[in-house]
């Protein structure tokens, strides 16, 4: 019979394997399998699951350069701008990052001129949940025009809802609705629209007059962001330290066990902690649903919720890695557990505003909503601090522009107003 320590060994190899096949061939082969014969329609979402940052790519050690992260921009591209200006944003130095959502809500050229910029720039970028809806359009508008009748169709049901509208018709789903049942020669194009999908809507129309780079720039951003060298995440809407199901030292939660490679003397910590917060995204199985990572808000009842009557996440989050002290395997505390913290940088929670915690950084600010945008500032000049001296005010983190990042580290939050 192998061992135990030889099973995790190549347990844990393979799980490394996976990581590279994730991040260096594009989750293609998950794409691959997205699209069940069982299913009607082809795989309209095309999710990409992660991507891994490098040093060059998040160079947050760097003083010469900066890494500034949006939060949820919504089209709001005027206000973009002015943060940008507001932060002397250098292109040729620093690293621009979007927490996701930015396109829809807002105005709708705001939308264009917003997608176009970040295609154009090839900016580093995590997909919305209003992201993922346009990409799913734009996938849908492809398959449709490569069927036989599919533009006319399109054309001539765009010329009905004109002249419906024109007749006072106002509301899209209901005359949606009515066509299906009453437009009996086109029957079944219609049933080629998919249950809840909104005809001629914001996400539709962003879809329909983007270009063929915008929509690859769009399907080339990854649900998932990890730069492991920083110890930190980047999702829309957050990502999860543990299986709710079970409680956080339970043995099979990634962080309640130190990663093992093989017999003999333990690897460095750094590698160590690369292998558990890859284990975090590859084996908490909520991590792993794309719907979870683009719109969890909270958890209730041990079961992900996008409403606002749950748990908030990013509570649980930073109430697990409290735990943490470290992969020393004599920890005597019953409530310790064998691990290092990472860093999740989100946006998707407007109504929660600006959420700074010691783990977790919410930067959705609800600018659509005529609040803030914000950006969170790293690297740069003075980008390190006595990380005591802030950890003693860190009940006042929501009023002051300087916050703790990682584990000795500091940010910067950064915002213009999107009032009129």
């Given at each position: 019979?192998?061992?135990?320590?030889?099973?995790?060994?190549?347990?844990?190899?393979?799980?490394?394997?996976?990581?590279?096949?994730?991040?260096?061939?594009?989750?293609?082969?998950?794409?691959?399998?997205?699209?069940?014969?069982?299913?009607?329609?082809p795989?309209?979402?095309?999710?990409?699951?992660?991507?891994t940052?490098?040093?060059?790519?998040?160079?947050?050690?760097?003083?010469?350069?900066?890494?500034?992260?949006?939060?949820?921009?919504?089209?709001?591209?005027?206000?973009?701008?002015?943060?940008l200006?507001?932060?002397?944003?250098?292109?040729?130095?620093?690293?621009?990052?979007?927490?996701?959502?930015?396109?829809?809500?807002?105005?709708?050229?705001?939308?264009?001129?917003?997608l176009?910029?970040?295609?154009s720039?090839?900016?580093?970028?995590?997909?919305?949940?209003?992201?993922?809806?346009?990409?799913?359009?734009?996938?849908?508008?492809?398959?449709?025009?490569?069927?036989?009748?599919?533009?006319?169709?399109?054309?001539?049901?765009?010329?009905?809802?004109?002249?419906?509208?024109?007749?006072?018709?106002?509301?899209?789903?209901?005359?949606?609705?009515?066509?299906?049942?009453?437009?009996k020669?086109?029957?079944?194009?219609?049933?080629?629209?998919?249950?809840?999908?909104?005809?001629?809507?914001?996400?539709?129309?962003?879809?329909?007059?983007?270009?063929?780079?915008?929509?690859?720039?769009m399907?080339?951003?990854?649900?998932?962001?990890?730069?492991?060298?920083?110890?930190?995440?980047?999702?829309?809407?957050?990502i999860?330290?543990?299986?709710?199901?079970?409680?956080?030292?339970?043995?099979?939660?990634?962080?309640?066990?130190?990663?093992?490679?093989?017999?003999?003397?333990?690897?460095?910590?750094?590698?160590?902690?690369?292998?558990?917060?890859l284990?975090?995204?590859?084996?908490?199985?909520?991590?792993?649903?794309?719907?979870?990572?683009?719109n969890?808000?909270?958890?209730?009842?041990?079961?992900?919720?996008?409403?606002?009557?749950?748990?908030?996440?990013?509570?649980?989050?930073?109430?697990?890695?409290?735990?943490?002290?470290?992969?020393?395997?004599?920890?005597?505390?019953?409530?310790?557990?064998?691990?290092?913290p990472?860093?999740?940088?989100?946006?998707?929670?407007?109504?929660?505003?600006?959420?700074?915690?010691?783990?977790?950084?919410?930067?959705?600010?609800?600018?659509?909503?005529?609040?803030?945008?914000t950006?969170?500032?790293?690297?740069?000049?003075?980008?390190?601090?006595?990380?005591?001296?802030?950890?003693?005010?860190?009940?006042?983190?929501?009023?002051?522009?300087?916050?703790?990042?990682g584990?000795?580290?500091?940010?910067?939050?950064?915002?213009?107003?999107?009032?009129?």
């Amino acid at each position: 019979m192998p061992s135990f320590r030889l099973v995790a060994a190549y347990s844990t190899v393979f799980a490394f394997i996976i990581y590279i096949l994730i991040s260096g061939i594009h989750n293609e082969v998950g794409e691959l399998f997205l699209t069940s014969s069982k299913n009607k329609f082809p795989d309209f979402s095309l999710y990409r699951q992660l991507d891994t940052l490098n040093a060059h790519d998040f160079p947050i050690d760097d003083p010469t350069r900066r890494v500034i992260i949006v939060g949820d921009i919504h089209g709001m591209f005027d206000h973009l701008q002015a943060l940008l200006a507001k932060l002397s944003y250098e292109p040729s130095s620093d690293v621009l990052i979007s927490v996701g959502d930015i396109v829809t809500k807002g105005p709708h050229t705001g939308s264009t001129e917003v997608l176009s910029y970040m295609a154009s720039n090839n900016i580093t970028a995590v997909r919305g949940n209003h992201d993922q809806k346009v990409i799913e359009w734009r996938s849908w508008l492809n398959w449709i025009h490569s069927l036989r009748g599919g533009s006319q169709f399109l054309r001539e049901t765009r010329d009905k809802w004109n002249k419906a509208q024109y007749h006072g018709e106002i509301d899209i789903e209901d005359w949606v609705e009515k066509q299906t049942k009453l437009d009996k020669a086109n029957s079944n194009w219609w049933k080629k629209i998919p249950d809840g999908w909104k005809l001629f809507g914001d996400h539709f129309e962003i879809a329909h007059t983007m270009s063929d780079k915008e929509f690859e720039y769009m399907v080339s951003r990854p649900l998932k962001l990890h730069a492991p060298f920083a110890h930190a995440y980047l999702a829309h809407a957050g990502i999860l330290a543990s299986d709710p199901h079970y409680e956080p030292s339970y043995k099979n939660q990634p962080l309640a066990r130190v990663p093992v490679i093989s017999p003999g003397p333990p690897p460095d910590t750094d590698i160590l902690r690369r292998l558990q917060e890859l284990a975090v995204l590859t084996e908490v199985p909520q991590n792993l649903d794309p719907w979870v990572t683009l719109n969890i808000r909270g958890v209730k009842n041990m079961e992900v919720t996008r409403g606002k009557d749950g748990t908030p996440w990013s509570e649980l989050y930073n109430k697990d890695v409290a735990m943490c002290e470290g992969f020393e395997q004599n920890i005597h505390t019953t409530k310790a557990l064998p691990c290092q913290p990472a860093t999740v940088i989100y946006g998707h929670a407007a109504s929660r505003g600006l959420d700074v915690k010691r783990w977790t950084i919410g930067i959705d600010s609800g600018c659509v909503y005529g609040k803030r945008l914000t950006a969170l500032v790293l690297g740069g000049k003075n980008s390190h601090v006595d990380f005591t001296e802030l950890e003693r005010d860190i009940d006042d983190v929501m009023t002051r522009s300087i916050i703790p990042f990682g584990d000795r580290g500091r940010g910067q939050i950064v915002s213009v107003s999107c009032g009129s």
